[in-house]
């Protein structure tokens, strides 16, 4: 166990601490200045926190009688813990739904002064940007995947406790940098030599590197929000998926040819993917709904956040994808 920062410092609890989020936040947080406290199950793999310098707590959101001495006397909590993918689809909704209703009913129970709580939701709740138009934070949600449903349950939890305590939840979109396993899969094909044109190529895509969302977070920690205030959180740039592909290329060093996958069989890849992953009782990283929501176009208005919080994403796509692919051939990830 570590301690980080002296007694005056804010405290800040960080659940889902061992996540690809959770780590990067927990660094990000202890460098300005927060005593930083990992919430994490008792099997957690700890090794990418090694080198962050924090106290562990133990819990699982699943096991609500494991929450108390978790919450009790923290500042603020960084709720990260959440599935993306799982075996069975009711896991999804075990951790991101009855998770967080486990943990805000303990945060009521046993930490009254807490300062604020923000959920790291997904963007995903709404489904895509339809007829042209941005994405905001009035956007009426349509989830295409059961995570994408599970999360905006999550959030609709969430809202029930905003009369209890401060509340603030952020909607990230694209989340990609180094030690990211999700969007690894497309920096590994273009490393491979192919460039995927999955669907239309000329739609339009908008991400965040995880550094950008660890600086949203801790600005929202603090800035002066409605209880229940909604964020989106992306890059202020969006890019064709073309250019996007194309700029993996150029920061993967490699001389790299277009694959043109139409939409109809990316839908049948994802129904077959998801069918096998089935039968062998792995979680899909594939599947129908997945296709369906990679399909979609995403653009997202960064306007709120800008206003409310004073953040705007500071790394471009360009620049996080050449950092991204150095670490993923330092960690021999990529070849």
């Known amino acids: 166990m570590h301690d980080s920062g002296s007694s005056q410092s804010q405290s800040v609890l960080v659940t889902g601490a061992n996540g690809f989020v959770?780590?990067?936040?927990c660094r990000h947080l202890h460098a300005k200045g927060y005593h930083v406290?990992?919430?994490?199950?008792?099997s957690a793999d700890l090794s990418l926190l090694k080198e962050t310098p924090v106290e562990y707590r133990c819990g699982d959101?699943?096991?609500?009688?494991?929450?108390?001495?978790?919450?009790?006397?923290?500042?603020?909590?960084?709720?990260?813990?959440?599935?993306?993918?799982?075996?069975?689809i009711q896991q999804l909704y075990d951790v991101n739904e009855t998770g967080t209703r486990n943990l805000f009913k303990a945060i009521v129970d046993h930490n009254p002064n807490l300062k604020k709580v923000l959920l790291i939701s997904s963007l995903a709740v709404v489904g895509g940007s339809r007829n042209g138009?941005?994405?905001?934070?009035?956007?009426k949600p349509r989830p295409i995947t059961h995570y994408a449903?599970?999360?905006?349950?999550?959030?609709?939890?969430?809202?029930?406790?905003?009369?209890?305590?401060?509340?603030?939840?952020?909607?990230?979109?694209?989340?990609?940098?180094?030690?990211?396993?999700?969007?690894?899969?497309?920096?590994d094909t273009v490393n491979k030599g192919i460039k995927p044109y999955v669907g239309n190529?000329?739609?339009?895509?908008?991400?965040?590197?995880?550094?950008?969302?660890?600086?949203?977070i801790e600005k929202a920690l603090t800035a002066k929000t409605a209880s229940g205030a909604i964020y989106s959180i992306c890059e202020n740039q969006s890019y064709s998926m073309k250019e996007m592909i194309g700029l993996l290329e150029q920061a993967s060093g490699k001389k790299a040819y277009v694959v043109r996958i139409p939409g109809w069989l990316f839908r049948l890849i994802g129904m077959i993917s998801g069918s096998l992953f089935k039968l062998v009782g792995a979680a899909p990283m594939l599947t129908g709904d997945k296709a369906e929501e990679l399909l979609a176009a995403w653009e997202v208005s960064t306007e709120k956040g800008k206003r409310d919080l004073q953040f705007e994403a500071?790394?471009?796509?360009e620049r996080g994808a050449k950092e991204t692919f150095e670490w993923y051939r330092k960690e021999g990830w990529l070849k």
């Open 22 to 25: 959770g780590t990067r936040l």
């Open 61 to 88: 959101v699943t096991q609500p009688g494991t929450l108390a001495e978790m919450v009790k006397d923290v500042d603020y909590i960084c709720h990260s813990a959440g599935l993306t993918k799982a075996k069975r």
């Open 314 to 317: 500071r790394i471009p796509f």
């Open 149 to 187: 449903k599970s999360k905006l349950a999550g959030e609709r939890t969430a809202l029930e406790f905003k009369e209890k305590f401060p509340l603030v939840v952020i909607r990230p979109h694209g989340v990609y940098g180094p030690g990211d396993k999700e969007v690894f899969s497309f920096f």
């Open 133 to 139: 138009e941005k994405i905001t934070e009035e956007s």
């Open 201 to 216: 190529p000329e739609r339009f895509l908008q991400m965040v590197h995880v550094d950008d969302l660890c600086n949203a």
């Open 37 to 42: 406290i990992a919430g994490v199950r008792k």
